[in-house]
């Protein structure tokens, strides 16, 4: 029975780049239920996980005895109930209430408690290394491939799409187009493949990469050094700095765990060859880097026509400043809004002030004097989305006038429509509260506290599987906190869940060794 169960986990997880297909989450495929296709896959393949697991009555005995995961169960309910309670009343300048529904953030708490279901499995599915390697290579190789063939055809989805116009989404150029004269701009170069979310996976390619990296140098063959230089190059297409970075500070940190481990556990022996072609491909992909869309994105945002267009932005200002300045003083009261209301549909762009921002994420028409703040800012300030994202989130909580919602958060529903936060942890903190966060993305942080911890104190335990398997999980972590847009997606934290599960099998399997000699 545990072979099936650990068949079936091997087929969930290999499914899920396939269910993070980007029509997935847009019409007229995410219209046809309730909720997203992938979501409804996800949570029907979790119960039938949980129909194998239970179905041996060992199993459930072993649960029985497992008082702390019962009282956890039992505090997550009854947050969950609260948080329900709390978040259906709410206070705010929009009509709509951000379109909040039970039914929807009821699905999402669902949706959050599925990857922490998925560690448990794992660590009870006794993953053998061979079988684990089998599921890392499947994903290596279903993400890097898709990436850089599309790239290559120019039919891949642009990283950076949000910052066209609405219906635009595919490149322009391939990677030969890095290397022309005057190439195109970088958001028609950067590639995420056919998959949803570019910060997302960048944050899965850097999960696995230093996973990729101890296959190469503890099977080194062809068809593994192959896996790795298209994860590589396929890094350096999606163009984000977690990606395009990541593959060097990754790289220069698996190496330094691989001496440490040959000079001081002395668990594992140099691979000559292994480390000789990582080091070529590190150099190839640092030359390739040059000319890459996250360099061409500092260069653009740093060039003279933008520092121009700046100036020229400038000198428009003062000249719509007086017009401001004036209408502020001739209105009053209602006539005064109504003059801001025009003033901002008008004048929005001279401020830099990002459009779905103002008229979607946060509407001026109900709130202009929050954007009269914002106006009043530098425009380094203006233009740093992040500080508006959480400016806008404090603004909303700040009409609710809850105390509670420090606690149990405004809800993820009300959260995403406004906009979802490019910080993993303070986005939770905003949508769950400090609560939920705990509960929710905090036992993460326990989990890899408590490997972590094993690691540090106990000499069995730092051998190099499980400092790559650490080193890894924790870029993850690292880049949710840096970029966002991690944690509250399936793709990323069940591949997650099940490195973590893994992970945390080995510590179990070698405490068991170390009492049995």
Request: proline share 3%; charged share 15%.
């Given at each position: 029975?545990?072979?099936?169960?650990?068949?079936?986990?091997?087929?969930?997880?290999?499914?899920?780049?396939?269910?993070?297909?980007?029509?997935?989450?847009?019409?007229?495929?995410?219209?046809?239920?309730?909720?997203?296709?992938?979501?409804?896959?996800?949570?029907?393949?979790?119960?039938?996980?949980?129909?194998?697991?239970?179905?041996?009555?060992?199993n459930?005995?072993?649960?029985?005895?497992?008082?702390?995961?019962?009282?956890?169960?039992?505090?997550?309910?009854?947050?969950?109930?609260?948080?329900?309670?709390?978040?259906?009343?709410?206070?705010?300048?929009?009509?709509?209430g951000?379109?909040?529904?039970?039914?929807?953030?009821?699905?999402?708490l669902?949706?959050?408690?599925?990857?922490?279901?998925?560690?448990?499995?794992?660590?009870?599915?006794?993953?053998?290394?061979?079988?684990?390697?089998?599921?890392i290579?499947?994903?290596?190789?279903?993400?890097?491939?898709?990436?850089?063939?599309?790239?290559?055809?120019?039919?891949?989805?642009?990283?950076?799409?949000?910052?066209?116009?609405?219906?635009?989404?595919?490149?322009?150029?391939?990677?030969?187009?890095?290397?022309?004269?005057?190439?195109?701009?970088?958001?028609f170069?950067?590639?995420?493949?056919?998959?949803?979310?570019?910060?997302?996976?960048?944050?899965?390619?850097?999960?696995?990469?230093?996973?990729?990296?101890?296959?190469?140098?503890?099977?080194?063959?062809?068809?593994?050094?192959?896996?790795?230089?298209?994860?590589?190059?396929?890094?350096?297409?999606?163009?984000?700095?977690?990606?395009?970075?990541?593959?060097?500070?990754?790289?220069?940190?698996?190496?330094?765990?691989?001496?440490?481990?040959?000079?001081?556990?002395?668990?594992?022996?140099?691979?000559?060859?292994?480390?000789?072609?990582?080091?070529?491909?590190?150099?190839?992909?640092?030359?390739?880097?040059?000319?890459?869309?996250?360099?061409?994105?500092?260069?653009?945002?740093?060039?003279?026509?933008?520092?121009?267009?700046?100036?020229?932005?400038?000198?428009?200002?003062?000249?719509?400043?007086?017009?401001?300045?004036?209408?502020?003083?001739?209105?009053?009261?209602?006539?005064?809004?109504?003059?801001?209301?025009?003033?901002?549909?008008k004048?929005?762009?001279?401020?830099?002030?990002?459009?779905?921002?103002?008229?979607?994420?946060?509407?001026?028409?109900?709130?202009?004097?929050?954007?009269?703040?914002?106006?009043?800012?530098?425009?380094?300030?203006?233009?740093?989305?992040?500080?508006?994202?959480?400016?806008?989130?404090?603004?909303?909580?700040?009409?609710?006038?809850?105390?509670l919602?420090?606690?149990?958060?405004?809800?993820?529903?009300?959260?995403?429509?406004?906009f979802?936060?490019?910080?993993?942890?303070?986005?939770?903190?905003?949508?769950?509260g400090?609560?939920?966060?705990?509960?929710f993305?905090?036992?993460?942080?326990?989990?890899?506290?408590?490997?972590?911890?094993?690691?540090?104190?106990?000499?069995?335990?730092?051998?190099?599987?499980?400092?790559?398997?650490?080193?890894?999980?924790?870029?993850?972590?690292?880049?949710?906190?840096?970029?966002?847009?991690?944690?509250?997606?399936?793709?990323?934290?069940?591949?997650?869940?099940?490195?973590?599960?893994?992970?945390?099998?080995?510590?179990?399997?070698?405490?068991?060794?170390?009492?049995?000699?």
């Amino acid at each position: 029975m545990n072979n099936k169960l650990k068949t079936s986990l091997f087929w969930f997880i290999f499914l899920q780049p396939f269910l993070d297909i980007y029509w997935f989450y847009y019409p007229p495929l995410s219209t046809i239920f309730r909720f997203a296709i992938p979501t409804i896959i996800r949570i029907l393949g979790i119960i039938f996980l949980l129909g194998i697991f239970f179905s041996q009555k060992y199993n459930w005995k072993r649960l029985t005895k497992q008082r702390w995961l019962i009282a956890y169960t039992i505090i997550l309910i009854i947050y969950s109930l609260l948080h329900l309670w709390h978040v259906k009343d709410f206070n705010s300048v929009d009509p709509s209430g951000y379109q909040y529904s039970s039914i929807g953030e009821l699905f999402y708490l669902v949706r959050m408690a599925l990857p922490l279901i998925t560690i448990y499995l794992t660590y009870y599915s006794d993953f053998s290394e061979k079988k684990f390697k089998s599921v890392i290579k499947w994903l290596v190789g279903i993400f890097s491939s898709t990436i850089v063939i599309t790239n290559l055809f120019t039919i891949s989805l642009m990283s950076y799409e949000i910052v066209l116009e609405p219906g635009t989404h595919f490149i322009k150029g391939n990677i030969f187009n890095w290397f022309a004269k005057n190439p195109f701009n970088y958001y028609f170069l950067a590639s995420k493949g056919l998959f949803y979310k570019a910060n997302t996976l960048s944050a899965i390619m850097l999960l696995l990469l230093p996973l990729m990296l101890y296959i190469v140098v503890t099977e080194f063959n062809w068809k593994n050094l192959i896996l790795y230089i298209l994860q590589s190059l396929a890094m350096l297409e999606l163009g984000t700095k977690v990606a395009s970075v990541g593959l060097f500070l990754a790289t220069i940190m698996f190496i330094g765990f691989y001496i440490f481990n040959i000079l001081v556990t002395k668990d594992i022996k140099l691979n000559k060859k292994a480390i000789f072609s990582i080091i070529i491909v590190s150099i190839g992909s640092g030359l390739l880097f040059s000319y890459s869309p996250a360099v061409q994105r500092v260069s653009y945002d740093s060039s003279p026509t933008s520092l121009q267009t700046t100036k020229k932005s400038k000198k428009t200002t003062k000249h719509v400043n007086d017009i401001l300045e004036t209408g502020l003083k001739k209105y009053n009261g209602k006539a005064k809004k109504r003059f801001l209301v025009r003033f901002i549909r008008k004048y929005a762009p001279v401020y830099a002030l990002n459009k779905n921002f103002v008229e979607k994420s946060y509407s001026y028409k109900y709130d202009p004097y929050f954007w009269l703040k914002i106006m009043n800012w530098p425009i380094s300030q203006r233009r740093d989305y992040r500080l508006l994202e959480r400016s806008m989130l404090d603004q909303v909580i700040k009409n609710n006038n809850n105390k509670l919602d420090k606690w149990f958060g405004i809800s993820y529903i009300r959260e995403n429509n406004i906009f979802k936060l490019e910080r993993d942890f303070l986005a939770q903190k905003y949508s769950l509260g400090w609560i939920g966060m705990i509960l929710f993305t905090g036992l993460y942080l326990v989990v890899l506290a408590y490997c972590g911890i094993n690691w540090l104190i106990k000499k069995a335990y730092r051998n190099f599987e499980n400092s790559v398997l650490l080193m890894s999980t924790t870029s993850l972590i690292i880049s949710a906190f840096y970029a966002g847009n991690v944690l509250d997606f399936l793709t990323a934290t069940f591949i997650f869940a099940f490195i973590l599960g893994y992970l945390l099998s080995r510590i179990k399997q070698e405490k068991s060794l170390g009492k049995n000699s």
